[in-house]
């Protein structure tokens, strides 16, 4: 049984090496945003636990209080059909989780920046590697603004060996 063919792209040491700085900025950027969402995850167990009047537990955008919601079976109650059970935060509480959470938003935010790199890193490399296909494929914008049509298979992305200097289609 004959082996599919697949096309490459042979990287310069230059781009091997901005590949694999790309690729670690990302990890990285996946390693922090799970190490905050963890934190947050267990200050928030911690808390659940500590208050277990407050079942589906949330806080207050101020972080002054955490709440649930409850409903009210007893129809006739207009406009209190839903209740709101509250347990104020501590100072401690409250500075322990406005540093987690905005620890948490800050991971997402460098997560979202380097998947974006990656994400352009790879299609300026098969921009640069790639004969222009008007003829289909996926059309995607460079950050200089220059629109280019990224022909199959190669739209889907791309997988580097762990060297870096070969790239495979996905």
Same mark, same amino acid.
């Given at each position: 049984?004959?082996?599919?063919?697949?096309?490459?792209?042979?990287?310069?040491?230059?781009?091997?090496?901005?590949?694999? @700085?790309?690729?670690?900025?990302?990890?990285?950027?996946?390693?922090?945003?799970?190490?905050? =969402?963890?934190?947050?995850?267990? =200050?928030?167990?911690?808390?659940?636990?500590?208050?277990?009047?407050? +079942?589906?537990?949330?806080?207050?955008?101020?972080? @002054?209080?955490?709440?649930?919601?409850?409903?009210?079976?007893?129809?006739?109650?207009?406009?209190?059909?839903?209740?709101?059970?509250? /347990?104020?935060?501590?100072?401690?509480?409250?500075?322990?989780?406005?540093?987690?959470?905005?620890?948490?938003?800050?991971?997402?935010?460098?997560?979202?920046?380097?998947?974006?790199?990656?994400?352009?890193?790879?299609?300026?490399?098969? =921009?640069?590697?790639?004969?222009?296909? +008007?003829?289909?494929?996926?059309?995607?914008?460079?950050?200089?603004?220059?629109?280019?049509?990224?022909?199959? +298979?190669?739209?889907?992305?791309?997988?580097?060996?762990?060297?870096?200097?070969?790239? /495979?289609?996905?």
């Amino acid at each position: 049984m004959a082996q599919e063919v697949v096309p490459v792209i042979y990287l310069s040491t230059d781009e091997a090496a901005k590949a694999k @700085q790309t690729a670690q900025d990302l990890k990285s950027a996946l390693d922090r945003r799970s190490r905050a =969402f963890a934190a947050w995850r267990s =200050f928030n167990q911690s808390f659940q636990a500590a208050h277990p009047e407050l +079942p589906d537990l949330h806080f207050s955008s101020d972080f @002054q209080v955490a709440f649930a919601k409850k409903n009210v079976a007893n129809s006739n109650s207009f406009p209190f059909e839903a209740e709101a059970t509250t /347990v104020e935060l501590s100072a401690e509480e409250r500075k322990k989780a406005e540093s987690l959470h905005q620890d948490m938003l800050q991971a997402k935010r460098l997560l979202d920046q380097a998947q974006k790199s990656w994400l352009d890193y790879q299609n300026q490399l098969l =921009f640069d590697h790639l004969p222009p296909n +008007p003829d289909g494929g996926s059309v995607v914008t460079l950050p200089s603004g220059k629109s280019i049509t990224i022909p199959n +298979p190669w739209g889907s992305g791309v997988v580097f060996t762990p060297d870096f200097r070969v790239a /495979v289609p996905r």
